[in-house]
Nanobody, 124 residues
Framework: QVQLAESGGGLVQAGGSLRLSCAAS????????MGWFRQAPGKERRFVAA????????YYADSVKGRFTISRDNAKNTVYLQMNSLKPEDTAVYYC?????????????????WGQGTQVTVSS
């Protein structure tokens, strides 16, 4: 199993920045891709960004391209999400997830381990 723990959420004004962290433990060597998803109140959980654990290839939702950057530190088993130029519509609970099955970065259903989530609130 893989355990995930997010941190770094909070309240920020529009135009500001936050960096989320996701610390992974357990059978991390089995991870194919790590992803970030977000869920706003009353909405589905949606893909934000992902990174392959070994090669470091990155993938982004169109809504965050150019503003968010995903990165990883394999030595620390940690994935980061740097969020710049934040907008009120970025407000959501952000979840870190691990996909140990296949290289399908944007498919929520293929992620088999999830963190507890961290709240990000962007005020206008």
């Amino acid at each position: 199993q893989v355990q995930l723990a997010e941190s770094g959420g909070g309240l920020v004004q529009a135009g500001g920045s936050l960096r989320l962290s996701c610390a992974a433990s357990g059978r991390t060597f089995s991870t194919v891709v790590m992803g970030w998803f977000r869920q706003a109140p009353g909405k589905e959980r949606r893909f934000v960004a992902a990174i392959t654990w070994r090669g470091g290839s990155t993938y982004y939702a169109d809504s965050v391209k150019g503003r968010f950057t995903i990165s990883r530190d394999n030595a620390k088993n940690t994935v980061y999400l740097q969020m710049n130029s934040l907008k009120p519509e970025d407000t959501a609970v952000y979840y870190c997830a691990a996909n140990t099955r296949r290289l399908t970065p944007t498919n929520r259903g293929d992620y088999d381990y999830w963190g507890q989530g961290t709240q990000v609130t962007v005020s206008s």
